[in-house]
RNA sequence: GGGCGGUUAGCUCAGCUGGUUAGAGCGUCUCGUUUACACCGAGAAGGUCAGAGGUUCGAAUCCUCUACCGCCCACCA
């Protein structure tokens, strides 16, 4: 074995060792399983590469599925990858324009949508590799793409149901609109800046009323105030002339609650076709609509002298007009107010109305095969309760429990769901129009036609449109699985168990899978959602281009492993809350994976110098410890001392991950593998010997519970300790812990000889006794005296004594260093090592702390209310505690009487 | 405007349903070439648990308020 472990040499080989095998299939794991455990991997787009938050999530679900394989299961995890409509479609745009100079309009849609699935098919596969890179034992065989076929006729039977159920609906109606992308977005994917802009006071007819969009003004086609409002009480059900930069127009007065009265002069101007306040007003009091801006954001025909120009130019214009008319009353700076922009191209956002697909949140309709908790087959039941009721029955369960709070919130405040998208690319809708001629009658239901496939006959033409990429993903854990086919797969692996995401997404999409699936299939999509934190840098920004503090995960596989980055992920962190990376990290996991593959370098070397008889194949025949027990190796203190803490550390480590608080099991498993395997029991392993054997099942145990968090290291190691033969770790059973070998008793006495080790080395280290110089030791044992003697090998070796000599009660010795351990008197005879009164003032010191310490003892037990309120075994504790620590204030000070 | 999270050692964070002389990792200091590891070992220093009230025999932990940092939702036109 090599001195420091290298992961860059054997990483892709023992990911290529694992693929072959075929196991990542878990239809093809050995033994008999019958439960399954499923995660869908949330697909990256297609055309991405892997960032930190690819890494994080890889790390947590590969850990995950690992655990649950070795624990027997049939682990799936579904891997794949999604066409991403608007992130892919604006990239590609970008590239035509860049290469060929073309707008995708002059290059037409047939040619464009060639040019996506050229640049898809070319890039696609570089997130593939990279997912592999972090060691993902993912189901490749299974891999799936938003865009297959399967998955298009998953999405088409979806839509022709939801259709066919007066779920899905087509409205004229007020969208969020992006000029830029040319599209419409959902409410969840607009997002709002900031920005510091005027107030417009205008003098509007009979009113004066503030505007921070004076270019509307243009569609306006009423004056709303507050019901109650004095002022304009009179007004409302009026109509006005009022003077415009075009020229008159009228408008009426209407009363409307969502005007607040505070604002501004009270009175507001509604511009129904550009705002969503506004024209939810001009719906309640049936006001007409009057479109000034287009869908390339630029005002339209009927805006006159104004039309072509953008919003913001037209806003100049015209607020120069109306100056020059003595329209403005006066105009208010750092008015501060929130845009709405594209979340994917930061473009500013155009409330517009238009024709599009909605889905209805509301409508109840009759669910089918429901297998959901409280809610029956047959019942009448809204999209909106179904994603309420699956979360409140308990059904779903979301951690960390106060997202559902959040959810729940987002699910009040839903509306129709807009799913129609003016892109190319993407699931095209699966809704013909009957073609007409020009002078045809509008469109009645008889023209439209909503079905799987497209209507027979000729004189159809397909909805131009496409569908929003989260309408494909919403169906994500089960059309991967065959659905609407009736699959094994489906039958088996769904509900999924876990949904692993960041909380970033649960709108998007972790309710629209709740959503989608408890409607296609009366059933859950997913038992728990486990959300991680979003990652950050040091200082606790998000990482972004802009700020060039990105961190390139396969930068960090590179120079430190795969293994030192996922646990970089897995510990130390807490689930919903961001978790901040930085290279002092990576080093620290580094380190310990070096540290682990150093303990194995140490056993394995040992054991063949100890025990050359020892074959692979006898090691495989030792697989359970307790037949370890009877051997004479079981014998000593610490062997029994360190099995009882390794099946300790196997129940704690097992009920963390089942709690998913794999940030624990981690701890616990370092402080075992680090803390009491290398620095204490390894080192007696060289005063015991022939410890050949046990160290080697601990090894193996160790292994196997490191394995889900860092699999290549462990992986490696395994074959080094196995041979060819001896198979691969990923399968290995999850160790079982022996409860027999608990023992409170070892553990007890083992903590004794620690203390002393540790105390004896402190006192080394005050009094600055080199570490070469051996040193006598008088130690009063008092109770444990046994105990000290048969440990004295240990105490001698470990704390660097070259004579102990047990007495039954200390002598006056008067050039020693002395300390107190349960009762056990140590006294390390120094003579001329030792500075007098340095040891006086230490001593002193510590006499003080213990007197104060007593007297908050003494304190508390003199407290009535304490002796009866609190719980027996509290009281004698203290009770105890203060017995000891006087104890220990009466020896120091009898040494302190030595030295003086 | 509504909601959520954070505030614990120099830094990053654990501390669950109240009882530990408040923990870990990193960093710092001292010492160390003991043949697994200097990507290491031994030892140490370092915290009035953001602040103020309250509940309790007992509060980092529960309640109220305040401050600061961060996020989400709604959106005022």
């Known amino acids: 074995m090599e001195k420091a472990y290298e992961a860059k040499k054997i990483e892709d080989q023992i990911y290529q060792t694992w693929e072959k095998s075929g196991f990542f299939n878990p239809d093809k794991l050995p033994g008999k399983r019958t439960k399954s455990f499923t995660i869908s991997m949330p697909p990256p787009n297609a055309t991405g590469t892997l960032h930190v938050g690819h890494a994080m999530m890889l790390a947590i679900q590969d850990l995950l599925i690992r655990y649950q394989r070795m624990l027997g299961k049939k682990a799936l995890w579904l891997p794949g990858t999604d066409h991403a409509a608007i992130a892919t479609h604006a990239k590609v745009e970008r590239l035509v324009l860049e290469k060929e100079n073309k707008t995708r309009q002059e290059l037409g849609r047939v040619e464009f949508v060639k040019r996506i699935e050229e640049f898809v098919n070319q890039s696609r596969?570089?997130?593939?590799?990279?997912?592999?890179?972090?060691?993902?034992?993912?189901?490749?065989?299974?891999?799936?793409?938003?865009?297959?076929?399967?998955?298009?006729?998953?999405?088409?039977?979806?839509?022709?149901?939801?259709?066919?159920?007066?779920?899905?609906?087509?409205?004229?109606?007020?969208?969020?609109?992006?000029?830029?992308?040319?599209?419409?977005?959902?409410?969840?994917?607009?997002?709002?800046?900031?920005?510091?802009?005027?107030?417009?006071?205008l003098k509007y007819g009979p009113f004066v009323l503030a505007t921070a969009r004076p270019e509307t003004k243009l569609g306006d086609t009423a004056v709303a105030v507050y019901p109650t409002d004095r002022r304009y009480k009179s007004m409302v059900g009026k109509k006005y002339k009022i003077p415009g930069v075009l020229g008159e127009f009228e408008v009426v007065v209407v009363a409307d609650k969502a005007v607040d009265p505070k604002f501004g002069s009270g009175a507001i101007k509604v511009t129904p076709a550009h705002s969503f306040i506004d024209y939810e007003i001009a719906q309640r009091h049936h006001l007409p609509f009057k479109q000034i801006i287009n869908?390339?954001?630029?005002?339209?025909?009927?805006?006159?002298?104004?039309?072509?120009?953008?919003?913001?130019?037209?806003?100049?214009?015209?607020?120069?007009?109306?100056?020059?008319?003595?329209?403005?009353?006066?105009?208010?700076?750092?008015?501060?107010?929130?845009?709405?922009?594209?979340?994917?191209?930061?473009?500013?956002?155009?409330?517009?109305?238009?024709?599009?697909?909605?889905?209805?949140?509301?409508?109840?309709?009759?669910?089918?095969?429901?297998?959901?908790?409280?809610?029956?087959?047959?019942?009448?039941?809204?999209?909106?309760?179904?994603?309420?009721?699956?979360?409140?029955?308990?059904?779903i369960e979301i951690i960390p429990e106060r997202f559902n709070k959040v959810y729940f919130h987002w699910i009040d405040n839903l509306r129709d769901w807009c799913i129609s998208r003016q892109i190319w690319f993407g699931h095209p809708i699966p809704a013909w129009y009957r073609q007409r001629t020009a002078n045809s009658e509008p469109r009645t239901a008889k023209d439209i036609y909503v079905g799987v496939e497209a209507p027979k006959g000729?004189?159809?033409?397909?909805?131009?449109?496409?569908?929003?990429?989260?309408?494909?993903?919403?169906?994500?854990?089960?059309?991967?699985?065959?659905?609407?086919?009736?699959?094994?797969?489906?039958?088996?692996?769904?509900?999924?168990?876990?949904?692993?995401?960041?909380?970033?997404?649960?709108?998007?999409?972790?309710?629209?899978?709740?959503?989608?699936?408890?409607?296609?299939?009366?059933?859950?999509?997913?038992?728990?959602?486990?959300?991680?934190?979003?990652?950050?840098?040091?200082?606790?920004?998000?990482?972004?281009?802009?700020?060039?503090?990105?961190?390139?995960?396969?930068?960090?596989?590179?120079?430190?492993?795969?293994?030192?980055?996922?646990?970089?992920?897995?510990?130390?962190?807490?689930?919903?809350?961001?978790?901040?990376?930085?290279d002092e990290k990576f080093v620290g996991a580094r380190n310990f994976v070096n540290k682990l593959w150093n303990i194995s370098r140490y056993i394995l070397e040992s054991n063949k110098a100890i025990k050359?008889?020892?074959?692979?194949?006898?090691?495989?025949?030792?697989?359970?410890?307790?037949?370890?027990?009877?051997?004479?190796?079981?014998?000593?203190?610490?062997?029994?001392?360190?099995?009882?803490?390794?099946?300790?550390?196997?129940?704690?480590?097992?009920?963390?991950?089942?709690?998913?608080?794999?940030?624990?099991?981690?701890?616990?498993?370092?402080?075992?593998?680090?803390?009491?395997?290398?620095?204490?029991?390894?080192?007696?392993?060289?005063?015991?010997?022939?410890?050949?054997?046990?160290?080697?099942?601990?090894?193996?145990?160790?292994?196997?519970?490191?394995?889900?968090?860092?699999?290549?290291?462990?992986?490696?190691?395994?074959?080094?300790?196995?041979?060819?033969?001896?198979?691969?770790?990923?399968?290995?059973?999850?160790?079982?812990?022996?409860?027999?070998?608990?023992?409170e008793a070892a553990e007890k006495d083992f903590d004794l000889i620690r203390e002393i080790i540790t105390t004896i080395r402190n006192l080394r280290a005050e009094n600055q006794v080199a570490p070469a110089k051996k040193i006598k030791l008088i130690i009063v044992a008092g109770g444990a005296e046994k105990l000290v003697q048969d440990q004295s090998h240990l105490i001698k070796f470990l704390a660097r004594v070259e004579e102990l000599e047990l007495v039954?009660?200390?002598g006056k010795i008067k050039t020693a260093a002395t300390a107190v351990v349960n009762g056990v008197e140590i006294y390390l005879p120094l003579a001329d090592l030792i500075d007098l009164d340095k040891e006086k003032i230490r001593l002193v010191g510590e006499v003080q702390n213990l007197e104060e310490y007593l007297a908050g003892l003494r304190n508390k037990l003199a407290n009535n209310n304490f002796l009866t309120k609190a719980p027996a075994e509290l009281v004698q504790e203290a009770k105890d505690k203060a017995i000891e620590t006087e104890e220990k204030i009466k020896k120091l000070k009898e040494q302190l009487g030595v030295l003086r």
Not at 327 to 341: Q, R, T
Not at 363 to 376: A, E, P, V
């Open 125 to 201: 596969g570089t997130i593939k590799s990279q997912v592999r890179k972090m060691g993902s034992s993912c189901d490749w065989s299974r891999e799936k793409y938003t865009l297959d076929p399967e998955l298009s006729l998953a999405v088409r039977t979806q839509f022709t149901k939801m259709y066919n159920d007066g779920l899905i609906y087509r409205g004229y109606r007020i969208v969020n609109w992006c000029p830029r992308c040319h599209s419409t977005l959902a409410d969840d994917e607009v997002e709002y800046q900031e920005e510091q802009g005027k107030l417009y006071w």
């Open 295 to 395: 869908e390339e954001g630029r005002m339209m025909e009927n805006c006159g002298k104004y039309a072509g120009l953008t919003t913001r130019e037209a806003r100049e214009a015209i607020v120069a007009d109306m100056k020059n008319l003595g329209l403005i009353d006066h105009i208010e700076d750092g008015y501060d107010h929130n845009l709405a922009v594209c979340y994917r191209c930061g473009s500013l956002i155009e409330p517009l109305p238009s024709e599009q697909w909605f889905i209805d949140v509301n409508k109840k309709f009759k669910i089918q095969n429901s297998k959901l908790k409280g809610i029956k087959s047959g019942q009448l039941i809204s999209l909106k309760e179904l994603m309420q009721k699956t979360v409140k029955s308990g059904q």
């Open 458 to 582: 000729d004189g159809w033409e397909q909805d131009p449109d496409t569908l929003d990429t989260w309408f494909s993903s919403g169906l994500w854990t089960f059309s991967t699985l065959g659905w609407p086919k009736k699959t094994k797969d489906l039958d088996f692996y769904h509900p999924t168990t876990v949904m692993e995401t960041g909380y970033d997404i649960l709108f998007f999409w972790v309710a629209r899978m709740i959503l989608m699936t408890t409607y296609a299939l009366g059933d859950i999509p997913f038992e728990t959602v486990y959300l991680h934190g979003l990652v950050r840098d040091e200082k606790n920004r998000k990482m972004s281009k802009s700020l060039g503090n990105v961190i390139d995960p396969l930068e960090v596989i590179n120079k430190y492993g795969t293994d030192a980055l996922r646990l970089s992920y897995l510990i130390g962190i807490t689930p919903g809350q961001d978790l901040k990376l930085y």
């Open 612 to 743: 050359p008889a020892l074959s692979p194949s006898a090691l495989l025949r030792t697989d359970s410890i307790e037949r370890q027990e009877t051997r004479s190796e079981l014998q000593t203190l610490a062997d029994r001392w360190i099995l009882s803490r390794l099946n300790k550390t196997i129940v704690q480590v097992t009920g963390d991950l089942d709690n998913y608080d794999f940030s624990a099991a981690g701890e616990r498993l370092r402080e075992f593998t680090w803390g009491d395997l290398a620095d204490w029991y390894l080192e007696i392993s060289k005063v015991e010997n022939g410890k050949g054997e046990i160290l080697t099942q601990i090894l193996r145990t160790i292994l196997k519970l490191w394995h889900p968090f860092m699999p290549f290291v462990t992986e490696e190691i395994w074959s080094k300790l196995n041979g060819k033969s001896g198979g691969l770790l990923m399968i290995e059973n999850w160790p079982v812990a022996d409860k027999k070998l608990f023992s």
């Open 808 to 810: 039954k009660k200390a």
